[in-house]
């Protein structure tokens, strides 16, 4: 099992910057990728940055060259930098974790969420 706590979320003004942390713990080595989510009122969530194992990383389209997902080694937090945020980066954000348990089960962990609200 995984456990997620989530921080760093806020408000910030249109243009600024907040940067989103996630630790794990439990069987961190079985995590497979980290990724954050977001969901905004009346909204689908949606996935807004994976970061695999492996190292590779992509983001969805709304947030490419501002946004930036990393995390310095396994045992560390991941962190979500956001850069020129906009009013629509308004959401609860979610922090993810994909675990192989054993081999092919796989399980989804979760946050508990953090507000991220951007005013204009």
């Known amino acids: 099992q995984v456990q997620l706590v989530e921080s760093g979320g806020g408000l910030v003004q249109a243009g600024g910057s907040l940067r989103l942390s996630c630790a794990a713990s439990g069987n961190i080595f079985g995590i497979l990728a980290m990724a954050w989510y977001r969901q905004a009122p009346g909204k689908h969530r949606e996935l807004v940055a994976r970061l695999t194992s492996g190292g590779s990383t992509n983001y969805t389209d709304s947030v490419k060259g501002r946004f930036t997902i990393s995390r310095d080694n396994i045992k560390n937090p991941v962190y979500l930098q956001m850069n020129s945020l906009k009013p629509e980066d308004t959401a609860v954000y979610y922090c993810?974790?994909?675990?192989?348990?054993?081999?092919?089960?796989?399980?989804?962990?979760w946050g508990q969420g953090t507000q991220v609200t951007v005013s204009s």
């Open positions: 993810n974790a994909l675990e192989e348990a054993t081999a092919n089960k796989y399980y989804d962990y």
